[in-house]
C-alpha cells in the first residue's frame, strides 16, 4: 500500500485547504486512515481518523475545525481545514492501519502505511 499527500501550501490565518491522500498498491478499501501532523521540534500529533464506513474521531487540534473524509470509489482520504490558525504549521502525514484492522486508533503506533507528508504554513 502506497499514500500520497498533496495540497499542502502556504495560506493566511483564517483561510481554509483542503489535504487529499491517494492511495495505490493494493486497491482495496483500507479499513482506518487517519490524518498526523508534525509541527517542527515536536512529537507527531493525532488529527483526525476516518474507518470504511466513514465514521471519524478528532484530535483535540481540529475539532470544530476540520473534517475529515473519503471517497472510497476514488480510494482516497480528504482533510479539510478551515479557520486555519498559525499553530496549525506543520507537516500533515496520511496514514493507513494494517488491513485486518478495523477500529480506529489514535496514536501514530496503530498505522503500518504512511504518507510522505505535506507541508502547511499558516502565516499570521
Known amino acids: 500500500v502506497q499514500l500520497q499527500a498533496s495540497g499542502g501550501g502556504l495560506v493566511q490565518a483564517g483561510d481554509s485547504l483542503r489535504l487529499s491522500c491517494a492511495t495505490s498498491?493494493?486497491?482495496?478499501?483500507?479499513?482506518?486512515m487517519a490524518w498526523f501532523r508534525q509541527a517542527a521540534g515536536k512529537e507527531r500529533e493525532f488529527v483526525a481518523a476516518i474507518s470504511h464506513t466513514s465514521s471519524t474521531v478528532y484530535g483535540n487540534s481540529g475539532q470544530g475545525r476540520y473534517i475529515i473524509s473519503r471517497d472510497n470509489a476514488k480510494n482516497t482520504m480528504y482533510l479539510q481545514m478551515n479557520s486555519l490558525k498559525p499553530e496549525d504549521t506543520a507537516v500533515y502525514y496520511c496514514?493507513?492501519?494494517?488491513?485486518?484492522?478495523?477500529?480506529?486508533?489514535?496514536?501514530?503506533?496503530?498505522?503500518?502505511?504512511w504518507g510522505q507528508g505535506t507541508q502547511v504554513t499558516v502565516s499570521s
Open positions: 498498491g493494493r486497491a482495496v478499501n483500507i479499513p482506518v
Open positions: 496514514a493507513a492501519r494494517d488491513l485486518s484492522l478495523t477500529v480506529i486508533h489514535r496514536t501514530s503506533r496503530g498505522y503500518r502505511y
